[in-house]
Every structure is written in structure tokens, then in C-alpha cells.
């Protein structure tokens, strides 16, 4: 793992989008704010780097082709029991957020406000 300037550990992001430049901006976007972040376009490629390495948090698009974001929350959650995890939608009134809220799945608009998401970060696992 990246040790910061300040030797604290990084925090290590999995950030899983279909669309390949939401998930390059976020990787920008969060790397710019000191996280290390792995993004991934498709939830097999997410579920596969999940086996091999630990994530502090993860930010998954809500609608993706073949699973949906929050069913990947889920499972992703099996596999790293209490992983902080935010939702990307840009349908506000899809059915599946009231359950991924339940679940304190923390869900965010698109287009994202950076400063929140950090906020909501550093909230959940500091850095």
C-alpha cells in the first residue's frame, strides 16, 4: 500500500462505472485527493480485483449492463463485510435506491460534486 508525505497509509477506492470516462474522472478527480483508486467498467472486472486486494471504500454506478450497481454492493459487501460504498445514478427515481439506502448504501447524483464525495470518504474511512 502507497504510504502518504505525512506516512499514513492511502486509502485504497475501487470505483466501478460502465462508462470509461466517468471512471477515469473519478480516478482523477479522488487521486488529485490523495486516494489511490482502481477503476473498473464492468462488475465481473470489480468483482475479480475485489478477490485480490483490499479496498477501504467503493463508489459503483447504479445502472450497468448485466448487474446492477446495487445488487454489486451487495455482493461486494459479502466479500468485504462493512465496505463503505456510495451509489452513482443519474435516475433519481429508480426503485432499487430506497433498498440500497436501506442497506446504508450512500447514494450520489450524477454529475457528482467531487467535494462531496470526498466529504462522504472522509467521513466513512478518513484520508
Known sequence: MNDGEDG???RRLLVVDDDRE????L???LGRRGFVVDAC???DE???RAATTTYDAAIVDLVMPGRDGA????ELRAHLPGLPIALLT???HSPLLAGAERS???VFAKPVVIHEMVDFLQAEIGG
Open 22 to 25: 466517468v471512471g477515469l474522472m
Open 27 to 29: 480516478q482523477r478527480a
Open 104 to 106: 446504508g448504501i450512500k
Open 90 to 92: 443519474g435516475y433519481s
Open 71 to 74: 445488487h454489486l454492493a451487495g
Open 8 to 10: 499514513k497509509r492511502a
Open 46 to 48: 470489480a468483482l475479480g
Open 41 to 43: 467498467s464492468s462488475p
